[in-house]
């Protein structure tokens, strides 16, 4: 699906690939990370562009992992200027597994928030406050990505989650078509937000969630097609049809770091709103 991407790694049989567009623009992702803690180096700056695709990686692993015990191949996972991409194939249909699937990820995030918050205050304490302040930054940059990618906006995170919700109650298709629906709706807004405040990174989001929201649809409604119709000799889609499906993360380090923020604890299961008490 994407071409033009290097192997930087492998983890648990998982290649992990950068591509070509990312190599391009990290020193524009680093000055921007830089220049939003207040750090005004090139090199803090791209420590923390590796803190931050270190992360987005290690998301992705948390969806591929669950996933790979559910039963899936995982094809790869792709880190873009616009996120992670985590290519799957066989993405397990039952709401259950594709739910636990969906929420590895974010919880991944949470997990890698409450790590470099507490790593960066033992730092602040002994004088390495630059450090720190990176470590911090880290730690904000990571909650703000489970909770973006939490919005229910198929296909990222939140609208998986959303449509595994929905699915026991309207069937696969059904679910799938609201959660495109919603998906598509948001990325509109993404998009004229993107516009309004002049953040291309934030329209090619909001592009690229359109775009494989429409992809997943399609996809859905062809396997339905497979599904109800009578055995064919292939007995599988033809070729050039997709049957990947994507798990979208987009990083938030273009609405950087805030210097004085404090970090709020995670006080109540962010997932409990949609689906109550588990
Ligand atoms: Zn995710």
Known sequence: MFERSTRIARVAGIPIRVHFTLWLLLPVIAINLSRSMGLS?????LLAAFGVFTS??????????VAVAFGCRVRDITLLPIGGVAQLERMPTRPRHELLVAVA????????????????RPLAHVGAVRLALVLQSLSIINLVLALFNLLPSFPMDGGRIFRAWLTPRLG???ATRIATRIGQ???ILFGLLGIWSVDLFLIVIAIFIFRAASA?????RIREIFANAPPLPFGRPPPGIATDEVFVSPPPYEHGPARSTPLRPVSRDPFEDLFGSR
Do not use: D, K, Q
């Not at 987005?56 to 591929?64: D, I, N, R």
């Open 172 to 174: 696969r298709l059904r």
């Open 105 to 120: 990820g974010p919880l991944v995030s949470i997990a890698l928030s409450l790590l470099f918050r507490t790593a960066a």
């Open 185 to 187: 709706t948001m990325a």
């Open 41 to 45: 180096s090139l090199g803090w700056g």
């Open 216 to 220: 997943e649809y399609r996809m859905v």
């Open 56 to 65: 987005v990686a290690l998301h992705e692993l948390g969806h591929s992992l």
